[in-house]
């Protein structure tokens, strides 16, 4: 394999930024303007919300697990939910319509608080560049589309310090299938997909399992959110389904702080009376600057679904988490919840990208290789983009703005399961329109390195085989047939004794590691939040979304986080009747 020169690198590596991959997209297809999706009823700008309204649900964040829990929650036996999303709608951002808009929302992300971008860049302290979604949607609406279950030993695991999580596998399934008949399609796989599925089975990722949305050993085809025309579904569609007059999403709301209320202190046998406080709403601020109150009906609830950086963040601003750590900073504390915040984690990425030498098409991942369906080994993975050359290269030369020059990079990377290395998430001001601090110490378990090395074995064996050799490209100065063939190496290349050598190929994975923006934790199942996804010391408050996983669910959590939303809408529900039908006891053996 031979790297190319370090200049063209650095210049390829400018794509991923480069101001023409910003630019706009014609609205829908083939020049027609896309008719408002059918949730479009439900939004409205923050700006134009009242002062102050009452809820029977309140969800902050209308994102991966937020849209289905209030699509759920304002559906049939549901109440009045209100959504509360800090970014603008999907319909805003021409790009994040197809597949081939990915790039170009990377692209667009930006780290402002105040900016409008679909998408907000942030780095860890690790100095990993990472991205968190800013639209309606969430990740679902920038990401790279992929669908998969999860592993079945992930929902035993599911929960920290003992918290059996309680799964209703039934209800599970149920969940998936419902987010399924909406968003999840079968892709047509051609090109590098092609390639890359038969040097998966080639390297001895066996068997060959088909399409299926299952996390199954070997190598499949997954479902995509991008339907048969190719545009983009994303959990914003599934707002769809609530009943009209009970929800309303109001988009470019910034949720300040929850609201506390102090209640009756809860006696406990051998201990005294411990104090308790309950959600009684939240502080939301749009565009303007200006501050509302949504307030919660008697027996509401607010649930947080901000993510694994907003849900934490949150829980913080709002005095819930480690007292210490909030009184430092001039915090009331209503809740000593220490574990707050810790406990993140971001699944590792490492890989191999290549300039091919012959033509590719833009695909995103669509096969993937899993070589123990337990977890214990890497995932595998690919994707191919088609991307235009920034102004800057073209300056002084033969091309002009309306010719642009385009390049193809493959690249196939593995992906860390778990992982078993964890960092925190912290505050560094009160102010909540700051992002928090954030450290996931990558690849510092020796066992997540081990998987790495043995993951990245895996890439070059799928490189090696076969069905790749069409890829690689003439080198040297002889003749055509006589020049050696090998791949043009976009960045580091994988040192040459890779096969027997762990400390060197364990340096390359640490030196090249970055992200698959799979991170989650801060708020884990079992220290954050209880079986039931509550608050642990406080009232009326739910933690719904990837910030109470302690481990990725698979190959891509999208499919897991959406089912959850889904889930936990329906054990509400049911608890709501519950407790409708206690009170009609109650009442019909009063008046008896």
């Not at 409205?44 to 697990?65: F, K, L, N, Q």
């Not at 910034?254 to 009756?264: A, D, F, G, W, Y």
């Not at 695909?363 to 214990?376: D, E, H, M, R, T």
């Amino acid at each position: 394999m031979a790297a190319i020169p370090t200049r063209l690198h650095l210049l390829l590596a400018a794509l991923l930024v480069a101001p023409t991959l910003a630019a706009a997209q014609p609205r829908g297809f083939g020049g027609v303007v896309a008719p408002p999706p059918a949730y479009a009823r439900y939004v409205v700008d923050a700006a134009e919300t009242a002062a102050e309204e009452a809820y029977d649900y309140i969800v902050v964040g209308g994102g991966t697990a937020g849209c289905p829990l209030a699509a759920t929650l304002a559906g049939p036996g549901g109440g009045r939910v209100l959504v509360l999303e800090r970014g603008g709608a999907p319909a805003e951002f021409p790009p994040l319509a197809t597949a081939g808009g990915f790039v170009r929302t990377l692209a667009m992300a930006d780290p402002a608080p105040e900016s409008d971008a679909p998408a907000q860049t942030f780095a860890s302290e690790d100095g990993v560049p990472n991205v968190r979604a800013r639209v309606l949607g969430g990740a679902t609406s920038i990401n790279a589309g992929f669908y998969s279950r999860a592993h079945p030993d992930w929902f035993r695991s599911h929960g920290e310090g003992g918290e059996a999580m309680n799964w209703d596998m039934k209800l599970v399934n149920s969940s998936y299938e419902w987010v399924e008949r909406e968003l999840a399609f079968q892709p047509v796989v051609r090109g590098w997909q092609a390639a890359v599925r038969a040097g998966l089975l080639e390297a001895n990722v066996t068997p060959w399992n088909g399409f299926t949305m299952d996390h199954v050993s070997g190598t499949k085809v997954g479902a995509t959110t991008f339907d048969s025309s190719g545009r983009r579904r994303s959990a914003a569609d599934l707002l769809a389904f609530a009943r009209p007059g009970r929800l309303r999403v109001a988009i470019r709301a910034t949720v300040t702080r929850i609201i506390m209320s102090p209640i009756e202190p809860v006696a406990r046998r051998g201990r005294s009376p411990q104090p308790a406080v309950a959600a009684s709403g939240v502080v939301y601020q749009d565009r303007l600057l200006q501050q509302h109150h949504a307030l919660l009906r008697p027996g509401g609830e607010v649930i947080l679904s901000a993510g694994s950086l907003g849900s934490p963040q949150l829980l913080l601003l709002s005095g819930i988490g480690p007292a210490n750590d909030l009184t430092s900073l001039g915090i009331p504390v209503f809740a000593d919840v220490p574990d707050v915040g810790k406990h993140m984690f971001d699944n590792p990425r490492n890989g191999i990208s290549i300039i091919p030498s012959i033509p590719i098409d833009h695909s995103l991942i669509q096969v993937v290789g899993i070589p123990s369906a337990n977890g214990n080994e890497s995932y595998l993975e690919a994707a191919s983009y088609i991307v235009p050359l920034a102004p800057i290269l073209r300056r002084g030369g033969p091309f002009s703005p309306s010719s642009p020059l385009y390049v193809t990079v493959v690249t196939i990377m593995e992906k860390v399961p778990g992982p078993l290395s964890e960092g925190s998430l912290w505050l560094t001001s009160s102010n909540p329109l700051e992002s928090p601090s954030v450290r996931f110490n990558y690849l510092s378990r020796r066992e997540d390195l081990a998987r790495c090395v043995t993951g990245m074995r895996r890439v070059a064996k799928v490189l090696e085989s076969t069905t790749m050799d069409v890829f690689r490209s003439a080198m040297g100065s002889l003749s055509q047939d006589s020049r050696r063939r090998e791949f043009r190496i976009v960045g580091a290349a994988l040192p040459v004794d890779w096969r027997t050598n762990d400390t060197a190929l364990g340096d390359f994975c640490q030196q090249t590691v970055a992200t698959l923006w799979h991170y989650h934790g801060g708020c884990v199942a079992g220290s954050v939040v209880d079986r039931d996804f509550r608050v642990f010391r406080v009232r009326a408050l739910r933690v719904v979304d990837g910030s109470t996983f302690r481990e990725t669910p698979g190959t891509n959590p999208q499919a897991t986080i959406m089912m959850m939303g889904r889930y936990i809408g329906q054990k509400m529900i049911d608890e709501r009747h519950s407790r409708r039908q206690v009170r009609t006891s109650t009442d019909s053996s009063s008046n008896a």
